[in-house]
């Protein structure tokens, strides 16, 4: 009787362990699927997961760069053009992509200068003008907020208020051993443009 007891309570106590490793196991699963659902999000809301349904790719081979790129297309909702306009002189080492009134995607060519973010971050902290705050932070590619401080704003533009905020993004990628520095323009775009151009330069890559 002794050990039926013994048994009994084994029993019990391996039942009640399995419950709470498969309750564990259900827990893990459900937050996984939950982290998913919104892709690469930060606390910021800037997502640049590797979904590109609302783009399509080009070729830049035939405008001097050996790589692909995808854009925005006309279902990104920003007035984005059906035929993006690639605008390059021959000879030249700059390269402008225009998709629509409101993308412009400024490429240029460095040579084998390897350090454009961490020159582009020593520029920005060197400014008395703007505060800057990083959304994105990585070797390859900054994205951020920019706002007018009040000290700073008798050096802005007259054109931009106190309260004024942009945003802008600023990447590099090595194509056969070219760096090529990928920013927005100087006055930057709004939060949901640059998202676009962010994942933009994310796929930028080499034909091989």
């Not at 349904?53 to 790589?67: C, E």
């Not at 605008?87 to 060519?109: A, M, R």
Request: aromatic share 8%; charged share 25%; net charge negative.
């Amino acid at each position: 009787m002794h050990n039926f007891n013994k048994m009994k309570k084994l029993l019990l106590t391996t039942r009640s362990l399995f419950v709470c490793s498969l309750l564990i196991s259900m827990a893990l699963v459900l937050l996984s699927c939950g982290g998913s659902e919104d892709g690469e999000k930060n606390a910021d809301g800037i997502n640049l997961d590797e979904d590109y349904y609302t783009f399509k790719g080009i070729n830049l081979k035939n405008h001097g760069i050996n790589a692909m790129i995808m854009l925005p297309d006309e279902t990104a909702n920003i007035g984005a053009s059906t035929k993006p306009e690639v605008i390059h002189s021959e000879g030249d080492f700059k390269w402008d992509i225009i998709v629509g009134p409101n993308f412009n995607l400024h490429i240029e060519d460095y040579g084998d200068y390897t350090d454009l973010v961490q020159n582009q971050k020593k520029i920005l902290k060197e400014n008395d003008v703007f505060a800057i705050n990083y959304l994105i932070d990585e070797k390859d590619m900054i994205l951020y907020e920019q706002k007018l401080v009040v000290k700073g704003s008798n050096k802005a533009p007259q054109s931009v208020g106190v309260e004024h905020k942009s945003y802008h993004v600023y990447g590099q990628k090595t194509i056969d051993g070219v760096t090529y520095e990928l920013r927005s323009r100087d006055e930057g775009y709004e939060k949901v443009i640059i998202e676009l151009m962010g994942k933009s330069i994310k796929s930028f890559k080499s034909n091989k």
